[in-house]
């Protein structure tokens, strides 16, 4: 998604589709660059028409009540999800329900306002941990950690 930019890039050589007055798609390898032709002036629609493109098959983690916050799920070289970066683009604080793929027993929430940790309450249904950020205010990272969280405070 670029967003507002101006120049050329290398995806432009490719076939534009004109999705609407303001959109364009390239198809780049398996799969494809949007460019929006003006700045974005609703950040919960431009959450929300992201969310859609993305779509929810094969998906390593999901959202609630988090619509202008967008997330990142890392994983590591050679092994399963490990941490979630998101950022909100409101204007105030929003509480964002988590769900990823994966068990963890340790979850833990760093932020600039609240610095670096606090656990939070996790829940585990069907293959996936469920979890609550209470107040996201600008941006986040969670890490997760697949051991009891009594252990994981020892360490850190």
Not at 138 to 148: D, K, M, S, T, W
Request: with cysteine; proline share 5%.
């Amino acid at each position: 998604m670029v967003v507002d930019a101006h120049g050329s890039y290398p995806w432009q050589t490719q076939g534009a589709v004109q999705l609407n007055e303001h959109t364009v798609s390239y198809a780049v390898g398996s799969g494809k660059v949007l460019e929006l032709s003006e700045p974005v002036s609703d950040p919960e629609t431009f959450a929300q028409d992201i969310r859609r493109l993305i779509g929810n098959q094969n998906a390593l983690m999901s959202l609630w009540n988090g619509l202008t916050t967008i997330a990142v799920p890392y994983r590591e070289k050679r092994g399963g999800l490990k941490t979630v970066e998101l950022i909100n683009y409101a204007q105030d604080p929003v509480r964002v329900q988590v769900k990823v793929k994966g068990s963890f027993t340790a979850i833990r929430y760093e932020s600039p306002e609240h610095g670096c940790c606090k656990s939070l309450a996790a829940t585990q249904r069907n293959g996936f941990t469920e979890f609550v950020i209470p107040d996201l205010t600008i941006a986040g990272r969670v890490h997760l950690e697949n051991q009891p969280a009594a252990a994981s405070a020892k360490e850190h």
